[in-house]
């Protein structure tokens, strides 16, 4: 088995639309003038780092936005013209809902099982139904599209999303899987339940119910030896960790969190130490030591923890880390600990960072065997060697503007310019019709 990051590229009109309350960086940077274009190639020198640590990188496209069938649904009529027209009136909002580049975060794409956990030796997919946040919740379907167009293969299953509100799903952001010689654990954590009385955090919402981390692990037949669904703190939400990623990461027989990451999080400490032995490394760091509004401004455990070779591991991390002093000591404790983690590498993603996705929301983790992988090729040109990464540069560069107001998604000829950019871009992916606008039906 070889994980495989998969990154969204990042959309035509990514925008700061001020649309996630609880992502204090999608609030501060709301209105603010964004660049596409600097956004994608950041995003592209991402990819092309982890592939040249040795690490394998694939790609998911951007969705079509904005998305003209929402704004129909939404009871607009008209040419798509005058829809856009009538989507920006008044404050634009049902506009900006439309218009979000949000697909580009694939770690909150779908949760994935390995073929290795599952009862039925199959790779489980469960798109994200996304449905506490409206301009996120219209990603599912071509998600989920996509994610059959791509793992076609017997060895996979692509689930339909959960439906909506009770069982409300972000997909792996709130998904880790941890593994040594002694054992696999899969943490299913959530925000809230939907039934019966839990804490709950005051201010901001919490996304994930533990509803629907239940029923991913029972569609994705894990077994309830290596499933633990622990609650993200309540705490740690309205500090602003709207994801379990915001405030921990692992990978393998690593571990790091903050204090705020989880509710009981000794017990949860102690529990994985005697399922897993004491070769499980844990780092946990306080808030005494890491204030938890540093965690949240420079997103030091939103990181890409990569295995790159013989079981040594390295982070990539935004470069806000760097700049942070709690963070940056945090880091680069973990780097000298003499555990699994050696070296941390500093990127810069500011352009995501200011929406509230670093790193390691942009990628979604897919384990696969050779097999598996050969099955995945064979369908897609997905995996993002030097000739495709010199196509996406190209691409890019070709149709994506560099500057872009909340004004500017007023434009029908920015919703042009993004069809015909994806239009050519399922070409040169070899995906097929992806798209609505390309004739595929909806839902
Ligand atoms: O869902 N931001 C995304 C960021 C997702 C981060 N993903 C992970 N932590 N895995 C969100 O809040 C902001 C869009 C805007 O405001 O324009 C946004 O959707």
């Known amino acids: 088995?070889?994980?495989?990051?998969?990154?969204?590229?990042?959309?035509?009109?990514?925008?700061?639309?001020?649309?996630?309350?609880?992502?204090?960086?999608?609030?501060?940077?709301?209105g603010k003038e964004s660049n596409p274009r600097g956004a994608a190639l950041q995003g592209l020198d991402k990819m092309k780092f982890v592939r040249d640590l040795g690490v394998l990188q694939a790609v998911f496209p951007p969705h079509q936005r904005p998305h003209l069938p929402t704004l129909r649904a939404l009871g607009l009529r008209g040419s798509d013209e005058e829809m856009i027209?009538?989507?920006?009136?008044?404050?634009?909002?049902?506009?900006?809902?439309?218009?979000?580049?949000?697909?580009?975060w694939t770690a909150n794409a779908a949760t994935v099982t390995p073929s290795?956990?599952?009862a039925?030796?199959?790779?489980?997919?469960?798109?994200?139904?996304?449905?506490?946040?409206?301009?996120?919740?219209?990603?599912?379907?071509?998600?989920?599209?996509?994610?059959?167009?791509?793992?076609?293969?017997?060895?996979?299953?692509?689930?339909?999303?959960?439906?909506?509100?009770?069982?409300?799903?972000?997909?792996?952001?709130?998904?880790?899987?941890?593994?040594?010689?002694?054992?696999?654990?899969?943490?299913?954590?959530?925000?809230?339940?939907?039934?019966?009385?839990?804490?709950?955090?005051?201010?901001?919402?919490?996304?994930?119910?533990?509803?629907?981390?239940?029923?991913?692990?029972?569609?994705?037949?894990?077994?309830?030896?290596?499933?633990?669904?622990?609650?993200?703190?309540?705490g740690g939400i309205d500090a602003g960790g709207f994801h379990t990623d915001v405030l921990a990461v692992g990978n393998e027989r690593f571990l790091m969190l903050h204090e705020l990451a989880f509710l009981g999080k000794n017990g949860l400490v102690d529990d994985l130490k005697k399922a897993l032995g004491e070769e499980l490394a844990v780092m946990a760091v306080?808030?005494?030591?890491?204030?938890?509004?540093?965690?949240?401004?420079?997103?030091?455990?939103?990181?890409?923890?990569?295995?790159?070779?013989?079981?040594?591991?390295?982070?990539?991390?935004?470069?806000?880390?760097?700049?942070?002093?709690?963070?940056?000591?945090?880091?680069?404790?973990?780097?000298?600990?003499?555990?699994?983690?050696?070296?941390?590498?500093?990127?810069?993603?500011?352009q995501s960072m200011h929406n509230g996705g670093g790193p390691a929301c942009l990628r979604l983790r897919v384990p696969l065997s050779d097999a598996e992988r050969s099955q995945v090729a064979s369908s897609a040109r997905v995996?993002?060697?030097?000739?495709?990464?010199?196509?996406?540069?190209a691409w890019v560069e070709k149709h994506y503007r560099d500057k872009l107001v909340s004004d500017d998604l007023r434009d029908p000829k920015l919703a042009r310019e993004t069809m015909t950019a994806l239009d050519e871009l399922t070409k040169l992916l070899r995906l097929g019709n992806l798209y609505d606008f390309q004739g595929v039906a909806s839902g």
């Not at 027209?85 to 580009?104: N, V």
């Open 383 to 393: 995996f993002f060697d030097e000739a495709l990464e010199r196509d996406l540069r």
């Open 286 to 350: 306080s808030d005494a030591e890491l204030p938890v509004k540093s965690a949240i401004a420079a997103y030091p455990f939103n990181s890409q923890v990569l295995t790159v070779g013989d079981g040594e591991m390295c982070i990539v991390a935004p470069e806000d880390a760097k700049e942070d002093p709690h963070a940056h000591a945090f880091l680069e404790k973990v780097a000298a600990s003499g555990g699994p983690v050696k070296k941390v590498h500093y990127l810069d993603v500011r």
């Open 85 to 104: 027209s009538a989507a920006a009136s008044g404050d634009a909002q049902l506009l900006r809902l439309a218009s979000s580049a949000s697909a580009m």
């Open 120 to 234: 039925d030796g199959k790779t489980h997919f469960t798109p994200a139904n996304l449905s506490e946040m409206f301009h996120r919740s219209i990603e599912a379907p071509v998600t989920t599209r996509l994610l059959r167009t791509i793992f076609a293969g017997d060895g996979f299953v692509v689930h339909d999303p959960l439906p909506p509100n009770q069982f409300a799903d972000e997909g792996a952001a709130n998904h880790t899987r941890l593994s040594t010689a002694k054992g696999t654990v899969h943490l299913f954590a959530w925000g809230r339940a939907a039934f019966g009385k839990r804490a709950k955090p005051k201010h901001y919402p919490a996304r994930q119910t533990l509803e629907a981390s239940e029923a991913i692990a029972r569609r994705h037949q894990v077994s309830a030896e290596m499933a633990r669904f622990p609650q993200q703190h309540p």
């Open 116 to 118: 290795c956990d599952a």
């Open 1 to 30: 088995m070889r994980e495989v990051q998969f990154d969204g590229l990042v959309g035509g009109t990514h925008n700061y639309g001020g649309l996630s309350a609880g992502n204090v960086a999608s609030t501060a940077h709301g």
